[in-house]
């Protein structure tokens, strides 16, 4: 794999750091060689360094399309974070000159609204479409047809836990303190916990009051993360789901805040997250 002359951009939203390529002319890495290349892209010794590689994509379907990998390889569904940077990116170098534009992901179709400042993007609202909480569409293997706030059995303890998917599967468990969870421990074991084959993201959330709240997270193919876009709407959703949110939340996480609208949607829930995006540095491979 040679990527030599590879040319990205490094981006983070509130600390969720990525390289973005721009692929909407045509490939630029082979599909063969993505999984390896995202490993060393994100690598923070031997690559450029980040919690995943965003993709700029053509579409047939919306205005323009996103792909999402993890530092492990694997590709994600949706990355909440990510999306917010894809939309300052595409704005900025002049990909899409649009303030309101729709995005073709691996979990549907999704609309990007910018607001602009002396034509900078400086704010990103994202309608990151509906959840399920039926855990075969999670997955997850259980009995329940959800599971909202059960326990879930791990290592020495049990953690009440919700299950939800965003597009991409999220536990989240909400605890009186979030500064006794040694995440480092318990995040990989639900990760990896045989009830989830597809493996899944971990978010332990303190509610603060019924529109704020705190969360620390362990991202599925990633580890700790400063934020995560996708579990922090999950956090909103199942907050709200289970009562202990309003329909409009803050939640802060390690790296910064983000705001949430919930709404429901032909019996389904889902969120509008709003927050920004920042372009660090364009780079090439030598
Ligand atoms: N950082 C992201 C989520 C990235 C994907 C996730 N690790 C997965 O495998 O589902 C976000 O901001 O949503």
């Known amino acids: 794999m040679d990527l030599k002359g590879l ?5 983070h939203g509130i600390g969720n750091d990525f390289p973005i390529i721009n692929e909407s002319a045509g490939e630029v890495i082979p599909e063969a060689d993505k999984a390896e290349a995202c490993r060393f892209l994100c690598h923070r010794h031997f690559g450029v360094g980040g919690d995943g590689v965003l993709f700029v ?3 047939d379907v919306a205005d323009i399309g996103y792909r999402m990998f993890n530092p492990d390889g694997s590709e994600a ?3 909440g974070n990510g999306i917010r940077c894809f939309g300052d ?3 900025r170098k002049g990909i899409l000159k649009q303030e309101k534009m729709t995005v073709e ?10 607001t ?11 309608d990151m479409g509906t959840s399920t909480f039926k855990t075969p569409e999670i997955p997850m293997a259980s009995d329940m047809d959800e599971f909202l706030d059960s326990p879930l059995e791990v290592l020495d303890t049990t953690f009440n836990t919700t299950a939800i998917s965003v597009g991409n599967p999220h536990a989240i468990i909400f605890v009186d303190n979030i500064d006794e969870i040694d995440i480092d421990k318990y995040g990989p074991a639900i990760e990896t916990h045989e009830v989830f084959p597809e493996k899944i993201n971990v978010h332990f959330v303190e509610v603060i009051s019924k529109n704020e709240g705190k969360m620390l997270t362990w991202e599925r193919g990633a580890g700790v993360t400063l934020a995560c876009g996708t579990g922090a709407t999950s956090t909103a959703i199942s907050g709200f789901k289970l009562g202990l949110f309003d329909s409009e939340v803050l939640l802060h996480l390690p790296g910064g805040d983000l705001k949430f609208n919930v709404y429901e949607k032909e019996e389904e829930l889902g969120a509008f997250m709003e ?4 372009l660090v540095f364009d780079g090439e491979i030598q």
């Open 7 to 11: 040319k990205f951009s490094k981006m």
């Open 57 to 59: 994509t053509p579409s």
């Open 77 to 79: 569904e949706m990355c």
């Open 89 to 91: 990116f595409v704005y």
């Open 105 to 114: 992901t691996k979990s549907g179709i999704k609309t990007i609204e910018i």
């Open 116 to 126: 602009l400042e002396n034509d900078e993007p400086v704010l990103f609202k994202v």
């Open 275 to 278: 927050g920004p995006a920042q």
